[in-house]
């Protein structure tokens, strides 16, 4: 049973363009989330977040949109470039005890110059 | 660097054997996690410490994982018996007690 749902394995955009990754899930209890990005052959980074309480998050380049009533959730990359390239993966976490991630399968992006 | 480190980065061993992982998290974090990927999934979660206690492991930690954290500080991954279905990366994350986790490079484990 996934609980975070990343429906698209990839995406291929312009340099310069934006990306836009999507990421559902179905667990109410989740009240925050994180954005990682992973190249291969190392851990995943931490990109982004957002708590529940707000609908949008800005970091330089990146933004994450939350709409909580949907369940759903976005990053915009804008614009996108060459070194964008990797797998994303999309959390969240209950906040209960350990504040352990559940995450998505991934979606690979691939920016082209 | 002062991010979360892994050792070994590769660890290849025959089926039935015994391995051990270590993870040294970002020196003041005092949470730990370690978490388990396979091709094509996302990182899964296997057992969480704060300082040098284990309070939480998954389901998927099955007995012949054991995890321990000593001295609240480095932490360390062990498989008794290993069987192919245990190959994978093995992922350590530290985090300052918040949300945010800060993942090392990983251990890739292969069992033939």
């Known amino acids: 049973d996934q609980q975070v749902k990343q429906n698209s394995p990839s995406l291929s955009v312009q340099e310069g363009r934006i990306s836009i990754l999507n990421c559902d899930y179905t667990n109410s209890m989740f009240d925050y989330f994180l954005w990682y990005k992973k190249y291969p052959a190392e851990g995943p980074t931490f990109l982004i977040s957002i708590s529940s309480i707000k609908d949008k998050n800005e970091d330089g380049r990146f933004t994450v949109f939350l709409n909580k009533s949907a369940k759903h959730l976005s990053l915009h990359i804008v614009p996108s470039q060459p070194g964008d390239s990797a797998v994303y993966f999309c959390?969240?976490?209950?906040?209960?005890?350990?504040?352990?991630?559940?995450f998505g399968k991934g979606t690979k992006l691939s920016v082209i110059p | 660097d002062t991010g979360v480190s892994q050792n070994p980065r590769h660890k290849i061993t025959k089926r039935g054997q015994n391995v051990t992982f270590r993870c040294d998290p970002i020196s003041e974090h005092n949470r730990l996690y370690w978490y388990r990927q396979t091709l094509g999934q996302g990182p899964e979660f296997l057992t969480y410490f704060q300082n040098e206690a284990q309070l939480e492991k998954s389901r998927l930690l099955s007995d012949r994982f054991s995890a321990e954290r000593p001295k609240g500080s480095f932490s360390t991954l062990e498989i008794q018996r290993t069987e192919q279905g245990d190959s994978a990366m093995y992922l350590c994350?530290?985090?300052?007690?918040?949300?945010?986790?800060?993942f090392g490079p990983g251990t890739r484990l292969t069992v033939t």
């Open positions: 994350a530290s985090s300052p007690a918040n949300y945010e986790q800060y």
């Open positions: 959390a969240a976490s209950d906040g209960a005890g350990s504040y352990q991630l559940t």
